[in-house]
């Protein structure tokens, strides 16, 4: 085990190396570096100084050592907005985004297995086809547009759910929360909604197809031969079977969650890095938008390796070639 | 003379595909009694695994049982609903089924698999459950079953799944085992292990053993009565020496000789001319008319269910025995 | 179960594509989405024609027309059927040239990242070795990133215009093509008549063109059709962030976010009517792809 965990951590610095490497030639090599990493207001001596204190005057491979040194000490530049390091601006933000995803996915396995589950079991029903028809909508709906639509209809036609903002906050461990109080709940609610949207639908067809494969295997029908009620057939059984592939997607999907909030961050005026990186694009905070593409790239390969480990910890098969 | 253990009367189950209507079971009737063996032979696509199922209801759709009558014990398991059925399901009637790779579910232990069979059906507590679990590894020859309980299935041989499944079928001492080739995907050391702990516990517990194989010779030496199934039929039905030794229809005959032995070496074997027919188009007459070297006109018609003597039938009209119906 | 349900006698004589029809026509729900697809489409090309405004002409447009419901009459005595943005544009002239864009960016993308794809795909099976882990390696990293997430990245660097958001599209798409092309490509090439061929020394590309890449094909344009559905999706929410087509020439997801602010106010039409139009036109090329995928792939039919 602490082999695989020390391979897999290795091949994770490798990845970030890769990606700081594309990172670099994105900013450094296909942009103008000067523009790009300082403030545009700056003046000539200014500007002078900022390209000797980045090492702008080194050749290339120098300059990709200096960024990559930099990089490991957590320094990835200061925010022209802010003025602010811009890791400390993006990880201040980064917990509204979490509990944004995390909602999403919540909300996304609370709605989709159900629906899933009783899609497989009754392939050929009414309901099972409305579900399926559904999905395909979910998949299809543009994201933003439904967004704009849910405020439309919630906040502004029946003013039920309030369209911006997180809403009121407890602090819990050093970082405001919603999702603790109520009126935060009531602020969650569509923006997580709206963030679920997609993964309801992956969740369904997943689960849809693992309670069809499920059904047709042996195992199910041993344990009808046991006399099994047929709900902890379902529930058990098939579920439990089900989960490795369910689970395995949603996680990996976290990182789209992650990823898709910049869409439904900006819509609802959630104040995460989705909405700060938007911003950051559009008056070319590039500090900013470095720091914010290394940190997701390193949230990636956490979010795979947690994915592997609870992969492992689902399936017992998985557990055993892990060992060897 | 009271009621078999089981007694199929004229049972139909037959799968509605888009080519037509398959009629998987077509009219089959068999008997078994308390502590006896049936031997249910044939090629596969016979029906033989599909009158296993139709017994437990666990045939599955297109599939549905259309005719005849399931007699468990003198009740009619084919009129019975779902729920009394899972009742019975595992606790009176047991299956087990052929490749033990595939029944136990991978992602549950195997203490869990059999302490929820137990809990289906008897009001005990985890503990009992437990320990009534334990015994049956026991039983089946598992060594160490306290230890090997907490395991999951991957970690087992094949031969030890198939024993833990025969362990679980036997939990609630049910009346009946339908055992589907319950051997054929294991090794020939193991299966005559397996064999000989069926037939002990057979005799033990008088429980009643359908056991379903495309081989005669595990039959041969497991059960009292055989009855031989040919494209959803019967087709011949007696005593396993008395079939063996002087089988009375031209395919038992075919699949007897097609089977190698020490005493025959070197002659040549005997082949079945031909392919199973194809259960969407069956011939009107016996099926097993185009394959047999004893056809003749009257074939084409569908041939009865003859009692050639006591206890020995044949679907034939050119039978190979001698004599004519008593 | 060892019963064996064997399929029925040989199927009529019928050429493959009209089995092909018919096994489509089969989903009613795939017919409409054809149906409407192709009248988007039509709609689109027509334009010109059946846009009552220029929506690119300014010299058309009255900013005293500005954010008129649907159906009311404009200064010049035009029926807004749709209403009017804040500019005065008529709704409707917007959204007939608004998927021009749309689709031409989704299917030249789409188009484009096929190319790029399908001949790194045929050239990682064909070559297989490094060549195939290197191009597998890539395919791997792109797809293990968001798509919305690169493309921003993308945009973020080159900046805005149309060619730029192609060019993102190309970028975050090919990996598919080429992962799909690869898998069917493989498989085909172990099929003894590939095999057959090399024996033969026939030239490669003889053998890539003439026997792999009609089998590479279907599987090719099932994943195609659902690229082009996600390509216009991801360009609408682009430019609806502001980072994709210039405020010139609005695609469907600019008009969208054009009416974002308004929608707050009641005016919702602005950002409605648009995406209605993005909605149908996604959902039917989803519909075709859906059904499309069910009649080509082979393990699915019954």
Not at chain 1, 255 to 283: C, H, Q, R, Y
Not at chain 3, 106 to 125: K, P, Q, T
Request: glycine share 10%.
């Amino acid at each position: 085990m602490t082999l695989y965990l020390l391979r897999r951590c290795l091949q994770a610095a490798g990845v970030m190396l890769v990606m700081s490497v594309l990172v670099f030639v994105g900013v450094y090599a296909i942009g103008d570096p000067v523009e790009i990493l300082i403030s545009p207001e700056a003046d000539q001596i200014e500007r002078e100084r900022a390209i000797r204190a980045l090492g702008l005057d080194l050749p290339l491979w120098q300059q990709y050592l200096v960024f990559l040194k930099n990089a490991l000490h957590g320094d990835l530049g200061r925010s022209f907005v802010f003025n602010e390091p811009a890791l400390k601006l993006i990880l201040d933000r980064m917990p509204a985004t979490l509990e944004l995803a995390f909602g999403a996915t919540f909300v996304a396995l609370l709605v989709g297995l159900p629906l899933g589950l009783y899609a497989g079991l009754r392939p050929n029903g009414a309901l099972a086809r409305g579900i399926m028809a559904g999905s395909i909508l979910g998949f299809s709906l543009p994201t933003f547009w439904v967004g704009l639509m849910l405020i439309m209809v919630f906040a502004v036609q029946l003013g039920w759910l309030p369209s911006t903002g997180r809403g009121e906050t407890v602090d819990v461990l050093g970082t405001r929360w919603s999702f603790l109080t109520l009126d935060g709940l009531r602020h969650l609610a569509m923006p997580a909604f709206n963030l679920a949207l997609f993964k309801i639908s992956l969740v369904i067809r997943l689960t849809r197809a693992g309670v069809r494969e499920a059904m047709l295997m042996d195992y199910v029908k041993f344990a009808r031969a046991k006399g099994l009620h047929p709900s902890r057939i379902v529930l058990v059984h098939v579920l439990k079977n089900i989960m490795i592939p369910v689970i395995t997607v949603v996680g990996l999907e976290f990182g789209g969650t992650i990823a898709f909030s910049v869409v439904t961050e900006s819509i609802f005026a959630w104040p995460g890095m989705g909405k700060l990186i938007i911003d950051s694009i559009n008056v070319l905070d590039r500090p900013v938008i470095v720091a914010y593409l290394m940190l997701i790239v390193l949230m990636f390969i956490v979010i795979n390796l947690l994915v592997d480990l609870t992969y492992t910890a689902l399936d017992p098969r998985v557990r055993l070639e892990g060992r060897t | 003379m009271t009621a078999p253990t089981l007694e199929l009367r004229d049972l139909r189950t037959h799968f509605a595909t888009r080519g037509g209507v398959v009629k998987a079971v077509d009219g089959v009737s068999l008997r078994v009694d308390r502590g006896q063996v049936l031997g249910l032979v044939g090629e596969s696509g016979s029906g033989k695994s599909v009158t296993g199922f139709s017994i437990l209801g666990l045939v599955d759709p297109p599939g549905q049982v259309v005719g005849g009558q399931v007699l468990f014990q003198g009740q009619d398991l084919a009129r019975l609903d779902e729920e009394a059925m899972r009742h019975l399901r595992g606790n009176r009637i047991a299956m087990i089924f052929q490749d033990p790779m595939m029944t136990l579910n991978p992602v549950l232990r195997i203490d869990t698999q059999m302490i929820e069979t137990v809990l289906a059906h008897a009001p005990v507590s985890r503990e009992e459950a437990r320990q009534r679990a334990r015994d049956a590894l026991g039983q089946v020859g598992i060594a160490a079953p306290e230890e090997r309980m907490r395991a999951y299935p991957h970690q087992f041989s094949g031969g030890m799944r198939q024993r833990v499944a025969i362990a679980i079928a036997l939990l609630h001492k049910p009346d009946l085992i339908v055992a589907d080739e319950p051997t054929t995907a294991l090794d020939v050391t193991i299966q005559g292990q397996i064999l000989a702990e069926a037939q002990k516990l057979c005799a033990e517990h008088g429980t009643a053993l359908i056991w379903i194989t495309h081989d005669l010779s595990v039959v041969a030496g497991l059960a009292d009565r055989i009855a031989v199934m040919y494209a959803g039929r019967v087709v011949e039905e007696g005593p396993v020496e008395a079939v063996l030794d002087a089988p009375l229809h031209p395919y038992t005959v075919g699949l007897i000789g097609s089977v190698p032995s020490r005493n025959r070496r070197g002659a040549a074997l005997n082949q079945i001319p031909g392919m199973t027919p194809s259960m969407l188009n069956l011939p009107a007459g016996c099926a097993f008319a185009a394959r047999c070297p004893r056809a003749a006109s009257g074939c084409s018609e569908p041939p009865p269910f003859v009692e050639f003597r006591p206890g020995r039938s044949a679907r034939c009209i050119h039978p190979h025995a001698e004599g004519p119906p008593a | 179960m060892s019963a064996v349900l064997r399929p029925s006698a040989p199927p009529q004589v019928e050429t493959p594509l009209r089995r092909f029809a018919s096994q489509f026509a089969e989903s009613r729900l795939a017919l409409v989405g054809l149906v409407v697809f192709v009248a988007i489409v039509l709609a689109a090309l027509l334009a010109p024609w059946l846009a009552p405004q220029n929506p690119y002409d300014l010299a058309q447009l009255d900013i005293m027309d500005g954010r008129l419901p649907p159906g009311s009459v404009g200064a010049s005595g035009m029926v807004h059927w749709l209403g009017t943005d804040d500019q005065g544009r008529d709704m409707l002239s917007g959204i007939l040239y608004g998927l021009r864009i749309s689709l031409m960016v989704g299917a030249g993308s789409a188009l484009v990242a096929a190319l790029v794809g399908a001949s790194l795909g045929m050239l990682a099976a064909y070559a297989g070795g490094r060549t195939d882990t290197l191009i597998m390696r890539l395919v791997d990293l792109q797809l293990s990133f968001p798509a919305i997430l690169a493309a921003l990245m993308i945009l973020a660097f080159l900046g805005k215009g149309i060619l730029n958001v192609v060019i993102a599209l190309v970028v975050v798409e090919w990996a598919y093509y080429a992962r799909t092309v690869r898998g069917s490509a493989l498989v085909e090439r172990r099929r003894e008549y590939i095999e057959a061929a090399q024996c033969l020394a026939l030239p490669t590309g003889r053998i890539i063109f003439r026997h792999l890449l009609p089998n590479v094909l279907p599987p090719l344009i099932v994943v195609g059709t659902m690229q082009v559905a996600r390509a216009i999706a991801l360009e609408a929410t682009l430019s609806f962030l502001g980072l994709g087509v210039p405020i010139t020439e609005p695609s469907l997801g600019l008009l969208i976010a054009n009416g974002y602010e308004y929608m707050l106010s009641g005016k919702y039409w602005i950002s409605f009517y648009p995406g209605i139009a993005l909605l149908l036109t996604i959902v039917s090329i989803n519909l075709v792809g859906d059904q499309l995928r069910d009649v080509i792939n082979p393990r699915l039919q019954k």
